[in-house]
C-alpha cells in the first residue's frame, strides 16, 4: 500500500492550499480516508476523513468550515481542501487509510504516508 501526498508549502494567514493524495495497493470502497497532521512538539491528531459508503465526511472540530475532503474513487485520490489558513494549522499532514473510520479519528489508521508540510505565516 502507498499514500503519497503533496501539495504542501509555505502560505500567509489566511490563504489556501489543496492538498492531494494518491493511493495505490488498496480498494478504496474498503477503507475510510481521510488525512492526520502533526505540528512541531505535538502528536499526530485527526483532521478530515471520508467514507466511501454513503460519503460522510468527518472534520476535527479546529478546521470545520475551513477545511474540505473529497475524492475520486475511480481514480483512487483524495483531497484536503484548506481555506482560511491559521498558523496552528502548520504541520506535516499525512495521508490515511482505516479500515473503520474510528480508527481514523483516532489517529490510528491501518495505513499512512510520507507526509508532505504545509507552513501558515502570520
Known amino acids: 500500500v502507498q499514500l503519497q501526498a503533496s501539495g504542501g508549502g509555505l502560505v500567509q494567514a489566511g490563504g489556501s492550499l489543496r492538498l492531494s493524495c494518491a493511493a495505490s495497493g488498496l480498494r478504496f470502497s474498503n477503507y475510510a480516508m481521510g488525512w492526520l497532521r502533526q505540528a512541531p512538539g505535538k502528536g499526530r491528531e485527526f483532521v478530515a476523513g471520508?467514507?466511501?459508503?454513503?460519503?460522510?465526511?468527518f472534520y476535527a472540530d479546529s478546521v470545520k468550515g475551513r477545511f474540505t475532503i473529497s475524492g475520486d474513487n475511480a481514480e483512487n485520490t483524495v483531497y484536503l481542501e484548506m481555506n482560511s489558513l491559521e498558523p496552528e494549522d502548520t504541520a506535516v499532514y499525512y495521508c490515511?487509510?482505516?479500515?473503520?473510520?474510528?480508527?481514523?479519528?483516532?489517529?490510528?489508521?491501518?495505513?499512512w504516508g510520507k507526509g508532505t508540510l504545509v507552513t501558515v505565516s502570520s
Open positions: 471520508i467514507v466511501w459508503s454513503g460519503g460522510s465526511t
Open positions: 490515511a487509510a482505516a479500515l473503520n473510520y474510528k480508527d481514523l479519528s483516532r489517529g490510528g489508521p491501518n495505513y
